[in-house]
T-cell receptor, first 112, second 113 residues
Framework: ELKVEQNPLFLSMQEGKNYTIYCNYS?????LYWYRQDPGKSLESLFV?????AVKQEGRLMASLDTKARLSTLHITAAVHDLSATYFC????????????FGTGTSLTVIP | DADVTQTPRNRITKTGKRIMLECSQTKGHDRMYWYRQDPGLGLRLIYYSFDVKDINKGEISDGYSVSRQAQAKFSLSLESAIPNQTALYFCAVSGTGGKTEAFFGQGTRLTVV
């Protein structure tokens, strides 16, 4: 059974600070996705990581994937209030199709 | 218009009632999914379908059934709703090749009383 674990589950940080969210998964996969969810809203795709060593950046967010360690990170640089949301990682369990298994999410609050 | 549309957006139903949640998409993707979201548990996969003739159970399919009426439509049914099926339900679609990310509908908030 695939397990996807995120930590921390809750993160409160001040504006301007840096922090990293971790996503560990229990089985072989080379496809990992990061999503953002605002309260009461749907999930918005942030990053698609499709190979070992993949790194993607968008604004103050940067995601990376280490398939050997079964670890992905989402790094936040100089946080701003608008980044407050819940962030999910999702792993594609199947090599031939898409079966997305999600972590429990990290609820991020950026304090002005 | 949204690429992935779910109806209804909110529903309150009584224990034992049958209810259907509907999902339609305009992205032209073959793969469709139903998830439920509960606080602290993330999203859990209920059923998925890779094409009209392909239906597969996910992690938590007990108490649910699905129908893939067309490439663009994927419905989730609760044959006899129970209170612990109260949750936020999401439909998602994804493509193949380089378009593997999932795109989500706006969600259906279901309350079973």
């Amino acid at each position: 059974e695939l397990k996807v674990e995120q930590n921390p589950l809750f993160l409160s940080m001040q504006e301007g600070k840096n922090y990293t969210i971790y996503c560990n998964y229990s089985t072989t996969s080379d496809r990992l996705y990061w999503y953002r969810q605002d309260p009461g809203k749907s999930l918005e795709s942030l990053f698609v990581l499709l190979s070992n060593g993949a790194v993607k950046q968008e604004g103050r967010l940067m995601a990376s994937l280490d398939t050997k360690a079964r670890l992905s990170t989402l790094h936040i640089t100089a946080a701003v209030h608008d980044l407050s949301a819940t962030y999910f990682c999702a792993v594609d369990m199947s090599g031939t199709g898409n079966q997305f298994y999600f972590g429990t999410g990290t609820s991020l609050t950026v304090i002005p | 218009d949204a690429d992935v549309t779910q109806t209804p957006r909110n529903r309150i139903t009584k224990t034992g009632k049958r209810i259907m949640l509907e999902c339609s998409q305009t992205k032209g993707h073959d793969r469709m999914y139903w998830y439920r979201q509960d606080p602290g548990l993330g999203l859990r996969l209920i059923y998925y379908s890779f094409d009209v003739k392909d239906i597969n159970k996910g992690e938590i399919s007990d108490g649910y059934s699905v129908s893939r009426q067309a490439q663009a439509k994927f419905s989730l049914s609760l044959e006899s709703a129970i209170p612990n099926q109260t949750a936020l339900y999401f439909c998602a679609v994804s493509g193949t090749g380089g378009k593997t990310e999932a795109f989500f509908g706006q969600g259906t908030r279901l309350t079973v009383v």
